[in-house]
């Protein structure tokens, strides 16, 4: 799903991949690990396609194989950039769906 919505999001090759003005840099450190990112993906509501936010997705190593990252005992790091207001039961109720 990342793979996919990242072209929907203009993904580039550049030090940084933006999408909806909302930047993710290559890489970051997590407790000592260097991450890449994998892939970024847009995450729309209703039939309307209300923009929700903005998420990206950091492996130690990339792959498009997502049962590979998945099964992957090494750190994974996913970043969720709202970019509309979201209440917290809303929240809670769409991890529950």
């Known amino acids: 799903m990342l793979l ?4 929907v999001c203009g ?3 550049a ?10 840099p ?4 997590v407790g000592g690990n ?18 929700v936010y903005v998420v990206g997705l950091y492996v130690a190593k990339p792959s498009t194989d997502a ?7 090494a750190p994974k790091l996913l970043i969720l950039h ?3 207001n979201v209440g917290r039961s809303d929240l809670n109720k769409a991890w529950d769906e």
């Open 26 to 29: 290559d890489q970051t450190t």
């Open 34 to 51: 260097t991450l890449t990112l994998n892939g970024l993906g847009l995450r729309q509501a209703t039939m309307l396609k209300v923009n």
């Open 11 to 13: 993904v580039q090759t």
């Open 15 to 24: 030090h940084a991949k933006d999408c909806l003005s909302v930047s993710f």
């Open 67 to 73: 049962n590979a990252i998945l099964a992957a005992p």
């Open 4 to 7: 996919a919505l990242g072209t």
């Open 82 to 84: 709202f970019v509309r």
